[in-house]
């Protein structure tokens, strides 16, 4: 069985371009392959965090996860600093990858270039190693990730390879598995822009947990596009946003969709999708208070994971020890 690794960082709130660009492929994911899914607070710290908001942010996300449909005897999510093993081998992959490649990463030189690369800490360049070593201690086969993900992945890829051939085929090589263009979630205020936690416009972004008044506001407000026209295509990324989330709330494909609004208007869309989407949201957002009420529950869940998941990080950590000439300990 195909073996799948990703990871989700406990910093703000999930939204519904987290939902349909990763999480909805992660449900999915457990009944067919053999998924690991984890909650990456250690490279949550790689910029400055406030202890008590990560603690809550964590068990946040981790009740999230739960709602909207992860399964604890079907996958085995974690809590990344539950299972040490991964900065065990943070540590001997630092020793293989070199300087001048995380230096050569788009997302360490984004932020060395915003904030002088004096003040960006030393977790953050190393940031796409440890990443790398999430996915190699499980011997991932597939990682599914966002677009912005791939220059990690092939990173990832590059280490496990010069390992395999300095110490001998230790790491599975993993592909990334990336959504097709489409699966893309906008900005309902910017439809150029991804939705995202960090937007200048809060409106335009549908947090999971957002009340049917809230969802039904940003939906009303959402920009559209020029013309009269309901379709999904290039020329119109408004619209094809708005038919995405319908799609994706609703389980209707984006041709029926069309077909459904052939000579109706725009104001007819947004309140479908404001009336799918509060309907899609409700279940989701009652289990999460649910699970929110009880965070012993949450934790019992989340302790079942880490068991799993370090002892298989345990079982390639004996293997690389051995290989990189470690004398054991008696
Ligand atoms: N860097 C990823 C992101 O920001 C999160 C992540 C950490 C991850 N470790 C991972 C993703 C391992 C996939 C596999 O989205």
Redesign the pocket.
């Known amino acids: 069985m195909t073996r799948v690794?990703?990871?989700?960082?406990p910093t703000g709130e999930v939204h519904l371009g987290n939902y349909i660009g990763a999480l909805q492929h992660w449900v999915t994911d457990q009944y067919e392959h053999e998924s690991y899914y984890?909650i990456?607070d250690l490279?949550a710290i790689t910029t400055p965090q406030e202890p008590e908001r990560l603690r809550a942010a964590t068990l946040d996300l981790a009740a999230t996860l739960l709602a909207v449909g992860l399964e604890p005897d079907r996958c085995t999510l974690f809590v990344q600093s539950h299972v040490p093993e991964h900065t065990e081998l943070a540590w001997i992959l630092n020793c293989v990858a070199t300087f001048g490649e995380l230096r050569r990463m788009t997302q360490f030189k984004d932020k060395a270039a915003k904030q002088r690369e004096a003040g960006v800490s030393v977790g953050y360049f190393d940031?796409p190693v440890?990443?790398a070593a999430?996915?190699l201690i499980y011997q991932a086969d597939r990682?599914p990730?966002?677009e912005?993900?791939r220059q990690?992945l092939e990173l990832t890829r590059n280490i496990a390879q010069r390992f395999n051939a300095r110490f001998g085929d230790t790491f599975i090589v993993p592909e990334p598995a990336i959504p097709k263009v489409g699966a893309k979630i906008l900005d309902l205020q910017n439809p150029l822009a991804k939705m995202s936690k960090s937007a200048d416009s809060p409106q335009g972004t549908i947090k999971l947990t957002d009340s049917r008044d809230v969802v039904a506001k940003k939906i009303k407000v959402a920009v559209t596009d020029s013309g009269r026209e309901i379709l999904a295509s290039p020329d119109k990324p408004a619209i094809t946003n708005l038919l995405t989330i319908l799609s994706v709330a609703t389980g209707k494909s984006l041709s029926d969709l069309e077909d459904s609004f052939r000579d109706r208007g725009y104001a007819d869309l947004k309140r479908e999708v404001a009336e799918g989407l509060i309907a899609f949201l409700e279940p989701i957002q009652e289990r999460y208070a649910e699970l929110l009420g009880d965070p012993a529950e949450i934790g019992r869940q989340l302790e079942i994971g880490a068991t799993k998941a370090q002892k298989v990080a345990q079982a390639t950590m004996a293997g690389v020890y051995d290989r990189v000439g470690f004398l054991p300990r008696k």
């Open positions: 690794l990703s990871g989700i960082q984890c990456v490279h940031y440890l990443q999430d996915i990682v990730v966002g912005d993900q990690h």
